[in-house]
């Protein structure tokens, strides 16, 4: 008898860490938009992910429709607890999209969609960020209902998650400039890279050290004996990826940035997956007493079955289609 509850869990899991990856790095270019070295380069990189951010955000759909679908419990006890970081971050999300479509159709008041291109790119990821530390910190709930004041969100934890996510995003960004460009903005890619890793490597340090010492069960699923002999290989392979990716920046090999900006992030949700499994709502409800009936989950799995491959498809066309380095002067998505 397959286990529907888990099956669910992993679709969403899969669908959020897509988002996370696919649209982290058009978010990190929106971070670093305005240190590019010109106008020149600042079309350029805009154009890199022109074709593709839409689709990539594809996947934020999947996952907050999938919660719904799948645990609405968890649904009703997320929101109001996070209605404001939440409607922060599609606000964000919103300026960056009207400014894809109109900066280049704009002249006099370019600099204005310039603005709200690395305004929306910032404050979503920032937005995010935050999400991510409450959630590890953890809902006050009583029953099913959540009990908490609409600013328990605003920790100092979480506010350091915001920033890490925001330094994330803009080192996955720079990898991507790195394969997409050439010449001055490629280097100077090369160089926002070198400065990125080393913040990401604080922020993964912090917050890993951090979550443990605020939260015993946490710190004994890690460090408690044999735990943290099987566990250990994570953050080893974590330093080795760092390792390898600055090597990659100083020998400037174009693609092994950006494969290595992949690797921490799956690396840092593992780490994640392991720290707060089986709660969908830390610290107090797991993904089978948040789940819906198993008639719902099954009528929606075939939903997704249906979907997921056409998902799949459009993306690897777009990637295929849209391949290659993106020049100055050769015109522009749009």
């Known amino acids: ?17 897509m988002y996370v990856l696919m649209d982290g790095f058009d978010l990190g270019i929106g971070i670093l938009f305005p240190f590019a070295p010109d106008h020149a ?25 999938g919660l719904l679908a799948a645990f609405p419990l968890a649904y009703s006890v997320l929101l109001p607890a996070l209605y404001l970081p939440i409607l922060f971050m599609l606000v964000a999300l919103i300026f960056r999209g009207v400014a894809f479509e109109f900066r280049f159709k704009a002249h006099r008041s370019r600099y204005l969609w310039d603005i709200a291109f690395t305004f929306g790119s910032t404050l979503a990821t920032f937005s995010q960020g935050v999400i991510l530390g409450a959630f590890i910190r ?46 001055e903005t490629q280097e100077w890619a090369y ?13 993964v ?16 699923r890690w460090f408690d004996w044999p735990n943290i002999l099987f566990l250990s ?23 092994t940035p950006f494969l290595c900006s ?8 593992l780490g994640l997956a ?9 610290p107090s409800i797991t993904i089978w007493e948040a789940a819906s009936d198993e008639g719902s989950q099954l009528f929606l799995l075939i939903g997704v079955l249906l979907v997921l491959p056409v998902i799949l498809t459009y993306t690897a066309i777009t990637y295929w289609v849209f391949r290659g380095k993106v020049r100055s002067g050769s015109g522009g998505y749009h």
Do not use: H, Q
């Open 274 to 282: 392991i720290s707060l499994w089986p709660y969908v709502i830390p």
């Open 41 to 65: 380069a600042r079309d350029d990189i805009m154009n890199s992910v022109a074709p593709i951010w839409d689709g990539n955000e594809t996947w934020l759909v999947l996952g907050g429709a």
């Open 138 to 183: 953890g809902f006050e709930v009583e029953g099913t209902r959540y009990v908490g004041g609409p600013f328990d969100w605003l920790t100092p934890f979480s506010f350091a998650t915001g920033l890490g996510l925001v330094a994330g995003y803009g080192l996955i960004g720079a990898s991507w400039i790195v394969m997409k460009t050439e010449d």
């Open 1 to 17: 008898m397959v286990d529907l509850t888990l099956v669910w869990a992993a679709i969403i899991a899969v669908g959020v860490f």
């Open 233 to 255: 290989p994570v953050p080893l392979l974590t330093a080795l990826l760092a390792w390898t990716l600055y090597r990659g920046i100083e020998n400037r090999r174009e693609f």
């Open 262 to 269: 992949l690797g921490l992030f799956a690396l840092s949700y």
């Open 191 to 203: 160089g926002a890279a070198r400065i990125l890793l080393v913040a990401v490597i604080v922020f």
């Open 205 to 220: 340090g912090v917050v890993s050290l951090w979550t443990p010492l605020t939260d015993p069960d946490i710190a004994a």
